[in-house]
């Protein structure tokens, strides 16, 4: 070999080596799987410096993307975060491990109306995490007052393409559901059908489906847009710009449970990671920091004021009464495959 | 091509063509200075904090309510994604091409067979691919890391490459390779002196190619990747929802000024010698 | 040891590689999702084993669209999904053609950096060099600002969110698929040629027609291939760009893999994109008697 020719296998080679994990100075490790930017970093470095473990974070975009993955047998990953349907589905797969955290003294810190997984009504596999609402987010400067579905719709006629929806078979479909007055886990094929009618109608209205929407919002590019509570972390920082709400058609909520995996290499850090978010300080740094819903209510006495009684984070009762959860709808998801493929082709 | 005013056009055409490849640069480049915490494509204000936090300097902007602190995780998701594209660049290449090779210069009775096989993996869909690859490595008791990526983008790559080399191989004419070997090199020999040069082009492109894609898939990618061995394309997806950041464009403008540097010093270096 | 082994030798030298990769890691793969195409979806994704050739009636109709209704939306979401590879085929090829041609007529020491510049914006990262076009191109961005500039900020056109502008995305995107195999094929072309047929009374255009696109199709053949697969099966741009208002094939395999849990289905719709590509590749071959043209006479 010439030396060019080795000094390009030298060269790589080296920086594999720098690649590889030094020897670690932790004494455990910990893999947390979450939804990318859904953890304050803060609580990870706690975390890791008082139990002395090296914590990873690996991220997924969406409860199916992490589904499929771990279904095809990845290993490796100790603790997820689904939402309560994919926590059901994961628990009828078998994929979860029992922790009896209902135990552990921190429980009784626990909102038990969190506890909304239907396979684990007593809280023995997984901890509730987080909440919030999935409201619509738009630019006050163009619209002063955004209160109703309706009203958005009315707004997207005249304006046409300054408006988004999300790129989300269920949520999308679950707005045409909630304005017919129906069950956003309806069943029946009919009321599937005329959901898809409805968000159908409205298409030539909608500048696009997309998750991406806040940059756009607050640019003006966009006025208006489906988007979940997470705006409030922009809209409490630009609040003449954006605004976010919860229209009083009703909309959906969304929670996630920390749950272990059965395959869990670390199991005993993954308990004692549990332990550790039910204490109210740990917690309330996440709410702080995300600016959502909490499940733990010692941690929203500990709340800054402004935020706990911002009734667009945490709603009263009234509001809370209109919204409604996703189910895991088994066989009767495909008739929603169907709609929104009717949508998106049409 | 004929004539002054042709090769004008040409030229014309040619300095129009890199201006618009780096419109988009310029823009990266200019909202790199953007000092949203959040989002690039908000434009707040003018800072350097973001090459600074790169570098590891302090800055202002961490004092920020919403500033999110990942830039370790940005330059060790960079790390993966330069590690998996050298590797995966060297070894596809050299599968690339000794393929194409083959094809081109033997006659063989599974020769056809060989040509839709290997155009088969860029165009089995991404999602399918990674999938797959990710229940084929498991059930090998494999776990996921940096080398299970390497070794799944090498099986789309080597298609790249082949297809660009297998260009340049195309009507090339062989009475030098046989004069070299008509005068007893070893194939070998001719290999190194003769063939080699002649499609050195074309497999400088394949390799440019296969760095570029592999240094951007993200869903392949996302299936066999394991714990901790995130790729720069899997790190962006994550936050993707939040809104890019504008440090990932000084990121990138800092990538490609090191690499502009790297390839100005060695074609200098090569220029002077000859 | 003779030359005919010696010959026999290196081929085999020359072939061991892509064999051991293409078998391991990609056969398996495909038999795997093969099967898969033809069982049962399981309730949560993955799959029952049984067997349900049903999953191909959804698109192919009889005599399999009776289990699984038939549905001729996916036939057209193919039928969009070339229809768009094949425009950005053309666009790229067009964009790509003279400037690749012009790269390749540079002197020796330039030529090098020159091809380097083309490729070095590609190493910024995919989603970042989308963002930058949706910069340009949404309603308050650069383009209508420079439409502003020169008093014409009324017919500033609104791309964002259109075909149009998953086309910019795709083109821009896939640039470099068609520029490198171009170049190296266009590099190779010698000029003596072009000039022996100018002195042999060729116009310009005869020149083109009859000596450098039939010397350059091999790299023209190439580069659509390699910009024509990716584009038909990319998500990222039409959704990033286009706002995902239309179904795509890529979008519509991943779907069923996501959120609709229907594996057996998406890997059916896989099998159908590989025969389909497999089908226009062999129809190729057949009718101008080969793949890549190269051929050793």
């Known amino acids: 070999m010439t030396p060019k020719i080795r000094s390009l296998f030298v060269v790589p080679l080296v920086a594999l080596a720098c690649a590889m994990p030094g020897a670690a100075a932790a004494e455990g490790r910990l893999s947390l799987y979450n939804w990318g930017d859904y953890i304050s970093p803060e609580i990870l470095e706690r975390f890791g410096k008082e139990f002395n473990v090296k914590v990873t974070l690996d991220t997924y975009g969406s409860n199916e993307e992490m589904l499929a993955k771990i279904q095809a047998g990845a290993t490796g990953y100790d603790i997820v975060f689904p939402s309560v349907h994919m926590h059901d589905i994961m628990a009828k797969l078998g994929l979860l491990a029992k922790t009896d955290l209902n135990k552990m003294a921190g429980f009784a810190n626990i909102d038990r109306a969190a506890l909304r997984a239907k396979s684990d009504p007593a809280g023995e596999y997984c901890l509730p995490y987080a909440w919030g609402t999935v409201g619509i987010v738009y630019n006050a400067k163009k619209i002063p007052e955004l209160k109703s579905w309706k009203q958005f719709f009315e707004y997207a006629r005249k304006n046409p393409k300054k408006v988004a929806m999300l790129d989300d078979m269920r949520e999308t479909l679950g707005v045409g559901l909630i304005l017919n007055g129906k069950s956003v886990n309806a069943r029946k094929p009919e009321d599937v059908k005329a959901a898809q009618e409805i968000i159908l109608k409205h298409k030539p209205d909608i500048g696009a489906f997309t998750y991406e929407v806040i940059p756009l919002v607050q640019s003006g590019d966009l006025h208006a847009a489906h988007y979940f509570v997470g705006a409030m972390m922009y809209v409490l920082e630009k609040p003449d710009t954006l605004g976010y709400v919860i229209p009083e058609e009703g909309a959906t909520m969304y929670q996630e449970d920390i749950c272990v995996l059965k395959s869990a290499p670390n199991k005993a850090n993954a308990m004692k990671f549990l332990e550790f978010m039910m204490r109210p300080e740990i917690s309330v740094l996440n709410t702080i920091q995300q600016k959502n819903g909490s499940v733990n209510l010692k941690a929203m006495e500990l709340l800054p004021p402004a935020l706990r009684n911002d009734a667009r984070i945490n709603p009263p009762a009234s509001v809370r009464a209109k919204l409604q959860i996703f189910e895991d709808l088994g066989k009767d998801l495909k008739t929603y495959d169907r709609a929104w493929t009717k949508v998106k082709t049409n | ?274 | ?297």
């Open chain 3, 1 to 297: 040891m003779s030359p005919g082994s010696s010959r026999r030798w290196a081929l085999a030298g020359l072939l061991t590689p892509a064999t051991l990769l293409l078998a391991g890691c990609f056969l398996v793969p495909l038999g795997i999702m093969a099967t898969y195409s033809v069982l049962s979806p399981g309730l949560y994704g993955g799959v029952e084993w049984e067997f349900y050739p049903y999953n191909y009636g959804r698109v192919l109709g009889a005599p399999l669209g009776d289990v699984e209704e038939f549905d001729p939306v996916y036939a057209g979401i193919l039928l969009r999904s070339l229809r768009l590879a094949a425009v950005t085929v053309v666009v790229c090829l067009c964009l790509c053609y003279p400037a690749a041609f012009w790269v390749s007529r540079l002197p020796g020491a330039r030529k090098n950096l020159v091809l380097f510049l083309v490729t070095l914006p590609f190493f910024a990262n995919l989603i970042i060099r989308v963002y930058a076009w949706m910069l340009v191109l949404r309603p308050t961005g650069v383009l209508t600002r420079a439409f502003d500039a020169v008093g014409l900020g009324a017919h500033a056109p609104d791309l964002m969110f259109t075909e149009g502008a998953v086309v910019i995305g795709l083109a821009y995107v896939l640039l470099p698929f068609m520029f490198l195999p171009l170049y190296a094929s266009i590099e190779k072309l010698d000029p003596a040629l072009l000039q022996a047929s100018s002195d042999l009374g060729a116009s310009p255009l005869q020149g083109f027609l009859r000596v450098t696109l039939p010397l350059t199709a091999p790299g023209i053949l190439g580069g659509s291939v390699l910009v024509f697969i990716p584009a038909f099966g990319n998500f990222v741009v039409p959704a990033m760009m286009g706002g995902a208002k239309v179904m795509l094939v890529g979008n519509t395999i991943e779907q069923q893999f996501l959120a609709a849990r229907n594996w057996p289905f998406g890997a059916a719709l896989a099998m159908l994109v590989l025969g389909i590509i497999l089908i226009a590749m062999l129809a190729y071959a057949w009718r101008f008697g080969r793949v890549d043209g190269a051929v050793r006479p």
């Open chain 2, 1 to 274: 091509m004929n004539g002054p005013p042709a090769s004008r056009w040409l030229g014309a055409w040619g300095v129009g063509f890199l201006a618009l490849l780096y419109v988009p640069i310029a823009l990266i480049f200019a909202y790199s200075f953007n000092s949203n915490v959040v989002n690039m494509m908000a434009w707040e204000g003018f800072t350097l904090d973001w090459y600074r936090s790169i570098l590891g300097l302090p800055t202002q902007l961490a004092k920020s309510d919403n500033y999110v602190q990942s830039t370790a995780t940005l330059l060790a998701a960079v790390r993966n994604s330069v590690v998996v594209a050298t590797f995966a660049t060297l070894v596809s290449t050299a599968i690339g091409t000794a393929t194409a090779l083959a094809i081109a210069r033997h006659r063989f009775r599974l020769r056809r067979l060989y040509q839709g096989l290997l155009v088969l993996p860029m165009v089995m869909p991404d999602i399918v691919l990674g999938i797959a690859l990710l229940i084929f490595f498991v059930s090998l008791g494999l776990d996921l890391g940096l080398h299970t990526i390497i070794a799944g983008h090498c099986v789309f790559l080597s298609s790249y490459v082949f297809v660009v080399v297998s260009t340049r191989l195309a009507g090339m004419a062989t009475d030098l390779e046989e004069a070299s070997s008509d005068l007893g090199a070893s194939p070998w020999v001719t290999f190194r002196r003769v063939t080699l040069p002649q499609i050195a082009p074309g497999i400088a492109g394949g390799a440019l190619l296969a760095f570029i894609i592999s240094m951007d898939d993200l869903v392949i990618t996302y299936f066999i990747a394991g714990v901790d061995s995130a790729t720069l394309p899997l790190f962006i997806y994550g936050i993707l929802r939040r809104g890019i950041k504008p440090e990932i464009n000084a990121l990138a403008m800092l990538l490609l000024t090191f690499s502009f540097l790297v390839a100005a010093t060695g074609l200098w270096l090569r220029s002077r010698r000859q």
